[in-house]
């Protein structure tokens, strides 16, 4: 089955500087992969997502990457701010099963 | 529209007693998740129901736990003889599912605290 693993676990950036959280996935059968931010004591939220027939999708400070080769798409954020403190999680589903795969999260931290 | 609810917001209980957790999903979405998450930790996957078809219980972490889907909406996950390490935020997801497309829409979460 499905295997994802997100890296790192942790991650301190100072304000403005960029971000980026990278997630692996095992079966090449999975063909998209979300997004998720959940700040603290709240609900996870979608934020972004791509599908396997595209390499790069980009939402304002936000984009994804994918590497369908290598098996590994990746979350960047660019001119960080406080508020996109939060745990970042990311995930993986193969199209005929509607389970989310998830990583394990990375808690990033945005420093003043 | 309305989003995902769950029931209670929280809930303090005792060792040994049963609990009962609700979900109400959003309105068409076939697809129901049940998550556990405790503090600090990621998202462990409890069980999933999709639609008529038989739910994949393959998350439940022992016999003590159990959930049903009435009528295709409302779920329910029962947690028999609670134990301490049963404490954590419970976590209901929905969505539809169509185009391969999964966006899961969560619940606020029902906090168990088993003293």
């Known amino acids: 089955g499905e295997n994802v693993e997100q890296h790192p676990s942790t991650l301190s950036v100072q304000e403005g500087d960029s971000a980026v959280i990278k997630c692996t996935y095992s079966d090449s059968a999975s063909n998209y992969f979300p997004w998720y931010k959940q700040e603290l004591g709240k609900r996870p939220q979608l934020i972004i997502d791509i599908r396997s027939n595209v390499g790069e999708k980009k939402d304002q400070r936000i984009a994804v990457t994918l590497n369908k080769t290598a098996k590994h798409f990746s979350l960047h954020i660019t001119e960080t701010q406080p508020e996109d403190s939060a745990v970042y999680f990311c995930a993986a589903s193969e199209g005929s099963n509607y389970q989310l795969i998830w990583g394990a999260g990375t808690k990033l931290i945005i420093k003043p | 529209g309305a989003g995902v609810s769950q029931s209670p917001s929280n809930k303090v209980t005792e060792k040994g007693k049963d609990v009962e957790l609700r979900c109400d999903p959003i309105?068409?979405?076939?697809?129901l998740y049940w998550y556990r998450q405790s503090l600090g930790q990621g998202l462990e996957f409890l069980i999933y129901f999709q639609g008529n078809s038989a739910p994949d219980k393959s998350g439940l972490p022992s016999d003590r736990f159990s959930a049903e889907r009435t009528g295709g909406s409302v779920s329910t996950l029962t947690i028999q003889r609670t134990q301490q390490e049963d404490s954590a935020v419970y976590l209901c997801?929905?969505?539809?599912?169509?185009?391969?497309?999964?966006?899961?829409?969560f619940g606020p979460g029902t906090r168990l605290t088993v003293l």
């Open positions: 309105s068409g979405h076939t697809a």
């Open positions: 997801a929905s969505s539809r599912t169509s185009g391969g497309i999964n966006e899961q829409f």
